[in-house]
T-cell receptor
Framework: DAKTTQPPSMDCAEGRAANLPCNHSTISGNEYVYWYRQIHSQGPQYIIHGLKNNETNEMASLIITEDRKSSTLILPHATLRDTAVYYCIVRVAARRGSTLGRLYFGRGTQLTVWP | DADVTQTPRNRITKTGKRIMLECSQTKGHDRMYWYRQDPGLGLRLIYYSFDVKDINKGEISDGYSVSRQAQAKFSLSLESAIPNQTALYFC??????????????FGPGTRLTVL
């Protein structure tokens, strides 16, 4: 699995968009980009994932560059409850029957949303 | 009710004691995982199971054992606990299904302290 590089910390004003960058310059063609977050000592929470197209769901948007070497997670209207550590993970997706399954969590980005 | 539950949520024990952490899920997923998290670090995989008959070691399995009693239950045991096993332990589940997604869903965690 490819490694990722994230800034250790960022902050954002409440109500503004939070843009969290991730570099994954060694990503392979069959590797997806996943984002999880962990709110202080709680279990990590899945946010979004994508392969090469931009993705959006009710929580966030994921923008992947055309060369797929980097991506940005966007929380469009950050709230205080979005304060958490955000993990960017790249890995091969595992279909049923595949032996792959684990996620490699790095140290992530500590996002602090302030009032 | 939570889809992935862990018991106990907190446990303090002494060196040399046998400890069992339990994980149950109602998501109907085949795959289950045990991770540990140490302060300031990401999650590291201890063991994982792709179905009831399948058990695999993760990157830090020494000192741990697991049991997959049923599709919904995956237990982690510390046969003889030692202080450096003090950590936050997370159980997770996933089911890749027929598509290239294998989102992992995490339990709330068990905080284990070994004195």
């Amino acid at each position: 699995d490819a490694k990722t590089t994230q800034p250790p910390s960022m902050d954002c004003a409440e109500g503004r968009a939070a843009n969290l960058p991730c570099n994954h310059s060694t990503i392979s063609g069959n590797e997806y980009v996943y984002w999880y977050r962990q709110i202080h000592s709680q279990g990590p929470q899945y946010i979004i994932h994508g392969l090469k197209n931009n993705e959006t769901n009710e929580m966030a948007s994921l923008i992947i560059t055309e060369d797929r070497k980097s991506s940005t997670l966007i929380l469009p209207h950050a709230t205080l409850r979005d304060t958490a550590v955000y993990y960017c993970i790249v890995r091969v997706a595992a279909r049923r029957g595949s032996t792959l399954g684990r996620l490699y969590f790095g140290r992530g980005t500590q996002l602090t949303v302030w009032p | 009710d939570a889809d992935v539950t862990q018991t106990p949520r907190n446990r303090i024990t002494k060196t040399g004691k046998r400890i069992m952490l339990e994980c149950s899920q109602t998501k109907g997923h085949d795959r289950m995982y045990w991770y540990r998290q140490d302060p300031g670090l990401g999650l590291r995989l201890i063991y994982y199971s792709f179905d009831v008959k399948d058990i695999n070691k993760g990157e830090i399995s020494d000192g741990y054992s697991v049991s997959r009693q049923a599709q919904a239950k995956f237990s982690l045991s510390l046969e003889s606990a030692i202080p450096n096993q003090t950590a936050l332990y997370f159980c997770a589940t996933s089911d890749p299904g027929g598509s290239y997604t294998d989102t992992q869903y995490f339990g709330p965690g068990t905080r284990l302290t070994v004195l």
